[in-house]
């Protein structure tokens, strides 16, 4: 007995759908695969100021991910492994570590390997290389800020000591008043210094004695001649 028109028909239409729907499950199971593109890196500056390489694994199957940091050394086929992390749980929003070198400097190459399961066992392309920019941690940049501050508090001392030389009124005039007060005793001294050399009352007495004293002698002369002359 050979099938109607109408069962060939509908076979036809259930074997495309099957096939069509076969398809579809098999283009949904490899778009959620874990897969190479779905890792990138890049050289970054860490919240602390550190240069990391910093990995981001946006699997959406979720496989745990072992991510291999290789330094390339400048010689043919050169590299040594620096750092190795591991991706627990990635998501398709983006999971990220932080792989750190052993030197930051511009023009640094690493590699990137990254082995997930037995669906993904491949280097991240292309390679990372350090940009020439420096990281540095944000706290000691506002360090020189306070720097300013802290030269311009000595001073202040300085300033309030220089008032503190200036004399006040008053002693300005106890100063003032101070010549007057050594310049009195300078009139007497004087005074004094010509009753020593004989201006005073001691030497008109002295004067007058030494006169006397003359006078007496200049008689007795006188007498003496006298008595002289009645002899002869």
């Not at 398709?92 to 082995?115: C, E, F, I, M, N």
């Not at 506002?142 to 000595?154: K, N, Y």
């Not at 008109?204 to 006169?211: D, H, K, P, Y």
Request: hydrophobic share 35%.
């Amino acid at each position: 007995m050979f099938p109607s028109r109408h069962t060939a028909r509908a076979a036809r239409v259930i074997g495309t759908f099957g096939a069509a729907a076969a398809l579809s499950l098999g283009i949904a199971d490899t778009a959620s695969a874990c897969n190479i593109s779905d890792f990138s890196a890049a050289a970054v500056c860490d919240a602390g100021g550190t240069g990391v390489i910093r990995v981001t694994d946006r699997d959406g199957s979720g496989t745990p991910a072992t991510v291999k940091l290789y330094l390339q050394l400048n010689m043919p086929g050169g590299e040594r492994l620096v750092d190795t992390k591991t991706i627990e749980h990635p998501t398709a929003q983006g999971v990220s570590v932080d792989l750190t070198p052993p030197d930051w400097y511009p023009g640094g190459t690493y590699r990137v390997h990254v082995k997930a399961g037995d669906q993904v066992d491949d280097d991240i392309q292309p390679m990372t290389v350090i940009p020439d920019e420096t990281c540095a941690p944000s706290t000691p940049s506002s360090a020189p800020a306070t720097s300013p501050a802290q030269s311009s508090s000595p001073a202040t001392p300085s300033s309030a000591t220089t008032p503190a030389t200036t004399p006040s009124p008053a002693q300005s005039s106890s100063a003032a008043a101070a010549p007057g007060a050594s310049s009195a005793p300078t009139p007497a001294g004087g005074s004094a210094g010509l009753a020593e050399t004989g201006a005073g009352s001691g030497t008109t007495v002295i004067a007058g004695a030494a006169a006397a004293l003359v006078v007496t002698g200049g008689g007795m002369v006188v007498a003496l001649r006298r008595r002289a002359v009645r002899r002869y």
